[in-house]
């Protein structure tokens, strides 16, 4: 029911999902701050879906806002523990913040969480060298 979901809009009464839909409207038409709000609203609504904190993310860190995009990844790790994307989220905001060994360390963790995930290896390799001598 398109027509509901227009009303809703106008309302301001949008579900979660409603809000999560028009966030990616706006997001794909690189409008930032209004997929932040949205995305934000969503994530209020329903914080234990981890897809909606993580979207959150991704616009905070298109607007150069890394440090409240870790944040948005924290919530989405409460969220879903055992989710590796937030750990991704999280990598590629540190990285874009030039914390390069934060990156590394949050992104292999995420790597170990979903080994099948090449993004890990493509964010790593951002990060540059791996320290000599390993972590720890």
């Not at 991704?58 to 790790?77: I, N, P, Q, R």
């Amino acid at each position: 029911k398109p027509e509901d979901s227009r009303a809703g809009r106008l309302l301001g009464t949008m579900s979660a999902e409603e809000e999560f839909t028009s966030g990616n409207e706006e997001f794909v038409n690189q409008n930032w701050p209004k997929a932040l709000e949205h995305f934000s609203r969503a994530a209020q609504a329903d914080p234990s879906k981890a897809e909606y904190s993580l979207h959150k993310a991704a616009a905070l860190t298109k607007m150069g806002s890394f440090d409240l995009a870790v944040e948005a990844c924290h919530d989405a790790m409460k969220a879903e523990p055992n989710n590796a994307k937030p750990y991704l989220r999280k990598g590629m905001a540190l990285q874009q913040k030039g914390d390069l060994a934060g990156a590394r360390t949050v992104l292999e963790t995420g790597q170990q969480k979903d080994p099948s995930n090449k993004q890990f290896a493509t964010w790593l390799a951002k990060c540059g060298p791996a320290p000599a001598g390993g972590a720890g």
